[in-house]
C-alpha cells in the first residue's frame, strides 16, 4: 500500500509537471501591453520597457475651446479652437472628426481630417468650404483620436514669421502678406489662417490657405479670401488675426 501511495503520488507530480509546462508554452496568454498586467518587461501596468512611456499614458486630452460655423453661399465654413494642455508632449498625428447635427439632434453630416499639435500649443482648425447649408446646422461636435505622441525634443514647434499684412475691404474681403520658413530645413506643408472680428469683438467668419512645402529660410506670398457675404461695416479691422502653422 505504502509503495503504491508512493508510486502514484510520483506519478501524479510528474503529471502535474508535464500540465504546467504544457501551460507555460502552449496556454498561457503571451504578455501584450493591453492584459491590464505588469508583466513582460513592463514598468508600469500596461507602460513602459516595450510599451508605450508610461508618461504617455497619463497625459491630459486634447481641449476644445470652441467651435464656430459660418454661412459662404449654400456652404459652411467650420472653425475651432483645440489646446494641448501638455507642455511636453505634442502629436505628430491626429485625426479628427466634425459630427454635423441638425436642430433635433440627428446626426446629418461628419467631415474626417488630419493634423498635428505641438506641445502646449492653441491650435486652430478652419473648413472653408463644408458641403451643407448653415441653417441646417443645429450643433457641431468634434471628436480627436488616433494621437501619435512625442516629446518636445522629438517633435520641436518650426519658427516662422508672418509679415508684410495688408487687408482689402472689398468684396471678396482679402488679407495678403508674407510666411517665412525660418528655420534651415524645410517644411513639407504649411498653412495660414485667418479670422475676422466685429466691433463687438465678436468672430464673424474665418478662412484658410494652404501653402505647402516650404524650403530653408523660404519666403511665401499668401492671400486669404472671405465670403462675400459679411457687411463691410461690420467689421472691426484692427480685431483681424493672422496664425499660422507648418510642420517638418
Given at each position: 500500500m505504502l509503495k503504491q501511495i508512493l508510486y502514484g503520488s510520483g506519478y501524479l507530480a510528474v503529471l502535474f509537471l508535464i500540465i504546467i509546462v504544457a501551460y507555460l508554452i502552449w496556454l498561457k496568454p503571451t504578455p501584450t501591453c493591453f492584459d491590464g498586467r505588469?508583466?513582460?518587461?513592463?514598468?508600469?501596468?500596461?507602460c513602459g520597457g516595450p510599451c508605450l512611456s508610461c508618461e504617455i499614458?497619463?497625459?491630459a486630452p486634447l481641449q476644445v475651446s470652441w467651435i464656430k460655423n459660418f454661412p459662404v453661399g449654400k456652404n459652411t465654413v467650420i472653425a475651432t479652437e483645440i489646446k494641448n494642455p501638455n507642455?511636453?508632449?505634442g502629436a505628430e498625428n491626429l485625426s479628427y472628426v466634425f459630427h454635423i447635427y441638425d436642430i433635433y439632434d440627428n446626426e446629418?453630416?461628419?467631415?474626417?481630417?488630419?493634423?498635428?499639435i505641438y506641445?502646449?500649443?492653441?491650435?486652430?482648425?478652419?473648413?472653408?468650404?463644408?458641403?451643407?447649408?448653415?441653417t441646417q446646422i443645429g450643433d457641431i461636435a468634434l471628436s480627436i483620436s488616433d494621437l501619435n505622441w512625442k516629446s518636445q525634443a522629438d517633435f520641436p514647434r518650426p519658427e516662422t514669421q508672418i509679415r508684410g499684412l495688408k487687408t482689402e475691404l472689398g468684396l471678396p474681403i482679402?488679407?495678403?502678406g508674407l510666411f517665412l520658413n525660418d528655420n534651415s530645413y524645410g517644411l513639407s506643408r504649411a498653412g495660414i489662417f485667418g479670422f475676422l472680428y466685429n466691433q463687438k469683438g465678436d468672430?464673424?467668419?474665418?478662412?484658410?490657405?494652404e501653402l505647402g512645402k516650404t524650403g530653408a529660410f523660404e519666403?511665401?506670398?499668401f492671400q486669404l479670401t472671405f465670403p462675400q457675404n459679411i457687411a463691410l461695416e461690420k467689421i472691426d479691422s484692427s480685431k483681424t488675426k493672422i496664425y499660422a502653422e507648418a510642420i517638418r
Open positions: 505588469k508583466n513582460g518587461g513592463e514598468t508600469g501596468v500596461d499614458q497619463t497625459l507642455l511636453n508632449w446629418i453630416y461628419t467631415l474626417t481630417k488630419k493634423s498635428f506641445s502646449g500649443e492653441v491650435k486652430f482648425l478652419v473648413e472653408p468650404n463644408v458641403n451643407i447649408e448653415a482679402k488679407i495678403g468672430l464673424i467668419s474665418a478662412s484658410k490657405t519666403e511665401k506670398s
